[in-house]
């Protein structure tokens, strides 16, 4: 552990409850367990699927009031292999019901907590089912072609109607897919690819910005001027001045 580190997790309070970053909209179960297998935090995406409204009602509860037997004892023995060899484990398959009641397939990551004076307290887990991985790569996957397209022919003239094409979708489809998986159009991707390269010229080179717009893509400066300082609040000139190394 680096000097920085330590002192920023000496610093830390104990009151922090980092695992509220884990919503459940991300599928993501977190939890921690102390040395006795009972539930001492969790995330509101484990509180529910364990059939609870609020995490005070789950806290102290261990995998023996949660699960049948064999699935708890499973999960308990291998917690506690854990605490006593001190040793992480990371994408662990696991199998556990699902909110309807189906066994699925889970993907655990488990690791040892020590306390201040270097002895192991509990276990912190988190927990996504292969499932639902797979419903959230999917529109990645489906628009990734598009995606490498796009970052190898930046500069050039892009067609999105091409793009569409090339994925085997209309326009407006491809169109909805992409923004519901990157919350911003084909056509705003493209500019932001450009404007982020636009802004490697201006720290680095000299090249007026005529040349740098079109190098990017941008075949009409005035567009490049205007797009340029919507995205990143200031005129080129202004920012290769505040930003130049």
């Keep these: 552990m680096s000097q920085l580190q330590k002192e920023f997790l000496e610093k830390l309070g104990s009151t922090n409850r980092i695992d509220l970053l884990l919503s459940k909209s991300m599928g993501v179960y977190f939890f921690v367990k102390d040395t006795e297998g009972r ?71 488990k690791m040892p907590l020590y306390g201040k004076d270097g002895e192991i307290i509990g276990v912190a887990s988190t927990t996504s089912s292969h499932d639902y991985m797979k419903q959230v790569l999917a529109p990645y996957l489906k628009i990734s072609p598009a995606l490498e397209y796009i970052r190898d022919n930046y500069h050039s003239n892009i067609s999105i109607p091409e793009i569409s094409a090339m994925l085997g979708l209309t326009q407006r489809k491809f169109g909805e897919i992409f923004k519901q998986t990157l919350t911003v159009t084909p056509q705003t991707y493209v500019i932001k690819m450009r404007i982020h390269y636009a802004c490697v010229d201006l720290m680095n080179t000299n090249k007026a910005l005529a040349k740098i717009a079109a190098d990017v893509g941008f075949y009409d400066h005035s567009t490049f001027i205007r797009q340029f300082t919507k995205h990143m609040g200031m005129l080129p000139a202004k920012y290769r001045k505040s930003h130049r190394k």
Excluded at 66 to 89: C, N, P, W
């Design 39 to 109: 539930v001492v935090m969790a995330n509101q995406l484990t509180i529910e699927r364990c059939g609870f409204k609020t995490e005070a009602e789950l806290i102290g509860k261990t995998d023996y009031d949660l699960f049948t037997f064999d699935l708890a004892d499973k999960y308990h023995q291998d917690e506690q292999a854990i605490i006593r060899s001190g040793e992480a484990v990371y994408d662990m398959a696991e199998l556990a019901p699902n909110k309807d009641g189906i066994i699925d397939c889970y993907f655990s990551n």
